[in-house]
């Protein structure tokens, strides 16, 4: 009896637990844009930015391209505008870039 209580409720509350995780993970991934877009667009020519940021376990990729900041979160894809032309790459979570402008546009060099 008591297992198939346990498993009755692990049912009932399954889908508000999916929930919530898939909304932590959005918002985690809102802040790390919103931290990047805000890092590179406040660079200015002859600036020079060690960027790093999220972990592998909570962190999704951010693509740099043309004039946008996007990460794909799964249910859909988040976006931020660039001050600087970007170039087309994608970050990782957890790793490390050095990040400049050059003629006008974003550069973007792993480092570490």
Same mark, same amino acid.
Request: with cysteine.
């Given at each position: 009896?008591?297992?198939?209580?346990?498993? @009755?409720?692990?049912?009932?509350? @399954?889908?508000?637990?999916? +929930?919530? !995780?898939?909304?932590?993970?959005?918002?985690?991934?809102?802040?790390?844009?919103?931290?990047?877009? !805000?890092?590179?667009?406040?660079?200015?020519? +002859?600036?020079?930015? %060690?960027?790093?940021? +999220?972990?592998? &376990?909570?962190?999704?990729?951010?693509?740099?391209?043309?004039?946008?900041? @996007?990460?794909?979160? +799964?249910?859909?894809?988040? &976006?931020? &505008? @660039?001050?600087?032309?970007?170039?087309?790459? %994608?970050?990782?979570? $957890?790793?490390?870039?050095?990040?400049?402008? &050059?003629?006008?546009?974003?550069?973007?060099?792993? $480092?570490?």
């Amino acid at each position: 009896m008591y297992l198939l209580s346990a498993v @009755s409720l692990l049912l009932l509350v @399954s889908p508000q637990l999916t +929930g919530a !995780t898939r909304d932590s993970r959005e918002s985690a991934d809102w802040r790390n844009l919103d931290g990047v877009s !805000t890092a590179v667009n406040s660079l200015r020519p +002859g600036m020079m930015v %060690n960027l790093t940021y +999220g972990s592998l &376990s909570t962190g999704d990729q951010i693509e740099l391209r043309g004039l946008q900041f @996007s990460c794909s979160y +799964g249910n859909g894809t988040l &976006s931020f &505008s @660039s001050r600087w032309p970007l170039p087309g790459v %994608n970050l990782s979570a $957890s790793a490390h870039y050095l990040v400049w402008i &050059s003629g006008g546009q974003v550069e973007v060099k792993p $480092s570490g």
